[in-house]
């Protein structure tokens, strides 16, 4: 083992002398291009091709560089290689991120394309005097795929990278809801908003919504997320409308918390009900001005608001409009463009109450006996009563689960009953009218019949 020790030494001591007698006899120029012209020919003969992506571009933040971070930490608990991960959490957000350590790496793939990253970390060199003083860590991203993969990378890859990590700063990001300020006052930003942390916990999961309802209008937001391009190239703002109705206690409110919190949006809150400041006055159906003689429309602000030229300063928005009452809207709000799509906020269906169950009482599928389930199945259309009243007997009894049940059964069979009660009562007070407008009629066709002959014996004596 020493002699092994003795011959290593031996052969460090000569390479370190022939590296002495090279950088004494070659001069530096020709060194250095020695070097490019090697590493020429390894590129040439080499199969990959290297992209860096640095932190710092010039003495500005590489946007790039920052998308990746974002990217790759989608990835990074899965496919790296090493044993070792960096965790993060950005300021206003409930998520802590995974990203690549110092000098390790992953491989992603994109479109069946392997691509491989590195982080490379070095320490930078000692700096002059600057204004805005670098890191002393020189950091960076360097992607290596095959060159006959080129044209993919550079086309589509990096797009990808940048619209990923948009959406993953949008989830990771705290929401936020915002209501106009009253009596005029603006924010700390000098906005006429106030805002508090949006954190409803309502999703599409909890919904209690048909199944294949709530898919087609998650389909519908994902189609409007994604689709900026296809508007761009239809000449559209790139805005939708979404019109909730239906009777009060039918999940409204939940429906929009669900869509804000797929989505990743904040909430703007414009109360309707109320009239305008600095000078307005609220009427039955319109707000007027005394000024110039004008007046402004509810339905003419609404209108400006989401298809006129305003309706186009900004991208990536929702309107989402509640009411109880459809049928009182101006018609010219409905159309598509305006409100596209309709949503009817029905009283509690059979699918829906499955989930109410599920979400309170931890009910799954065959966990119910079946002759209760049919039972519910039996009343619950007939008996109208809505996913708010339905969840506060689910809640009120939610430590006795066979409790809730029967409470709610008999329930919803109390509330059919008076409804068929109620329906019974209009069909005889019907019977009633008509059996009324029947008689009516006997007794004036007599009378008719009497005046029409008495009118033909009166033209024949005319006419003799």
């Not at 409009?321 to 598509?336: I, Y």
């Not at 066709?445 to 033209?459: A, I, N, R, V």
Request: with cysteine.
């Amino acid at each position: 083992m020493k002699e092994f020790w003795t011959s290593l030494a031996s052969l460090m001591g000569v390479w370190a002398f022939c590296q002495s007698l090279l950088h004494a006899v070659i001069p530096p120029e020709l060194r250095f291009a020695s070097l490019k012209f090697c590493q020429r020919l390894f590129n040439w003969c080499s199969t990959y091709c290297y992209y860096d992506i640095t932190e710092i571009d010039g003495v500005n933040t590489n946007e790039l560089y920052n998308a990746a971070q974002l990217y790759l930490s989608t990835t990074a608990a899965a496919a790296v290689t090493g044993s070792r991960l960096s965790l993060t959490r950005a300021v206003n957000s409930s998520a802590v991120t995974f990203g690549l350590a110092n000098n390790d790496r992953l491989v992603d793939v994109f479109r069946r394309v392997p691509v491989v990253w590195e982080h490379v970390v070095t320490q930078r060199q000692s700096q002059t005097f600057s204004w805005r003083p670098l890191p002393e860590e020189k950091r960076g991203f360097t992607i290596r795929i095959k060159k006959q993969d080129k044209a993919l990378i550079l086309d589509s890859y990096l797009d990808h990278i940048m619209y990923k990590a948009s959406e993953i700063r949008r989830k990771n990001q705290d929401r936020f809801l915002y209501t106009n300020s009253r009596g005029g006052s603006l924010d700390s930003r000098g906005h006429p908003w106030e805002s508090v942390p949006f954190k409803h916990p309502s999703t599409f999961d909890t919904l209690a919504m048909d199944p294949i309802r709530k898919q087609a209008i998650k389909d519908d937001l994902d189609d409007f997320a994604t689709g900026q391009a296809f508007y761009q190239t239809a000449g559209r703002s790139w805005k939708r409308g979404y019109l909730l109705y239906g009777p009060p206690g039918t999940g409204k409110s939940s429906m929009i918390a669900a869509m804000a919190n797929h989505l990743g949006y904040d909430i703007y809150d414009l109360e309707l009900t109320e009239p305008p400041r600095d000078g307005f006055s609220a009427g039955d159906e319109k707000w007027g001005a005394e000024e110039g003689g004008n007046s402004i429309t509810l339905s003419g602000l609404l209108l400006n608001f989401t298809d006129g030229l305003w309706s186009c300063c900004g991208s990536e928005r929702i309107f989402v409009f509640t009411t109880n009452h459809v049928e009182k809207l101006d018609p010219a709000l409905l159309r598509s463009g305006r409100m596209d799509m309709h949503i009817f906020m029905s009283y509690c269906s059979f699918p829906a109450l499955l989930i109410l169950l599920k979400n309170y009482l931890g009910f799954g599928e065959g966990d119910l006996d079946e002759a209760v389930v049919r039972e519910l199945g039996e009343v619950i259309d007939e008996a109208e009563m809505t996913p708010a009243d339905v969840s506060e007997v689910l809640i009120k009894n939610r430590r006795d689960r066979d409790k809730a049940v029967g409470e709610l059964l008999g329930e919803l069979k109390a509330r059919a009953g008076k409804k068929r009660e109620s329906l019974g009562l209009m069909r005889d007070r019907n019977e009633v009218a008509e059996e009324e407008e029947q008689e009516r009629e006997a007794l004036e066709s007599p009378k008719q019949g009497f005046d029409e002959l008495q009118e033909s014996c009166e033209k024949g004596e005319g006419e003799a």
